[in-house]
């Protein structure tokens, strides 16, 4: 039996894998949550998601697909948004009913007629938002240099520039791992141990640098929690 999480990105991916090794070891959840494959999508649109989800159809049979996940950013959508979008994409794949809230199974039929149920999360952080969002929300260690990334935007926008929120928290998080949380040491290979470019590494050998009991996870511990 095989349970499958659609994600964005390679770094979703491991945050993710991350969150569900915490779930099975610090919330003692009662059976281990067993996600055997992630299936990233290289950022998103409704082609790729389509694309994705025909390609696991063929798959469901073959592997004993029972569970199915997609976990994509909310951005800057409304919740019913962005589930008028997984409906859309979701109703052109499968035999399905409709998505009306996140956290929650429906059955779906794949190929020979073969049943699963899928259910879909929202990267977020107080409705909107995406990976780094949460991120920047979670962040377990004093942060003075990214915080001060504040100070500069301001000063920007005082010169009548704008810097888009999102590229915003991807610059924060990118400062905090930088300088926040780099030893000297690893500053030595800044690239390789402190940079999203390198999330492995961070997550691997960094993970307490982020808060896993804060309530801006709560959620997305809800839908994994759907995989037990």
Not at 50 to 58: D, E, G, P, T
Not at 61 to 67: A, D, N, S
Not at 122 to 139: A, D, S, W
Request: proline residues 2%; charged residues 30%; hydrophobic residues 35%.
């Amino acid at each position: 039996m095989s349970n499958i999480v659609i994600v964005e990105s390679k770094n979703d991916r491991i945050f993710m894998q991350a969150m569900v090794e915490k779930l099975n070891c610090d919330l003692q959840v009662a059976s281990p949550i067993y996600i055997n494959d992630y299936k990233s999508l290289d950022g998103l649109d409704e082609t790729k998601l389509i694309s994705a989800l025909k390609n696991l159809k063929a798959e469901i049979p073959k592997k004993g697909v029972k569970k199915i996940g997609i976990i994509i950013d909310i951005d800057n959508y409304l919740e019913p948004e962005r589930l008028e979008f997984a409906n859309k994409c979701i109703q052109q794949v499968f035999e399905a009913e409709t998505l009306s809230s996140t956290k929650q199974f429906i059955d779906i039929c794949g190929d020979n007629g073969t049943n699963a149920k899928l259910a879909c999360y929202f990267t977020n952080l107080g409705g909107r938002g995406e990976l780094e969002t949460l991120l920047k929300g979670i962040k377990a260690r004093e942060s003075p240099y990214a915080d001060c990334l504040d100070s500069w935007k301001t000063c920007i926008e005082s010169q009548g520039k704008k810097i888009n929120q999102k590229h915003f928290d991807k610059f924060w998080v990118s400062i905090y791992l930088r300088y926040d949380t780099c030893s000297n040491q690893d500053r030595k290979q800044a690239e390789k141990k402190c940079s999203m470019s390198r999330f492995d590494y961070v997550m691997e050998h960094k993970k307490n640098i982020w808060d896993w009991d804060n309530p801006a996870l709560d959620d997305l511990k809800e839908f994994f929690k759907l995989f037990c």
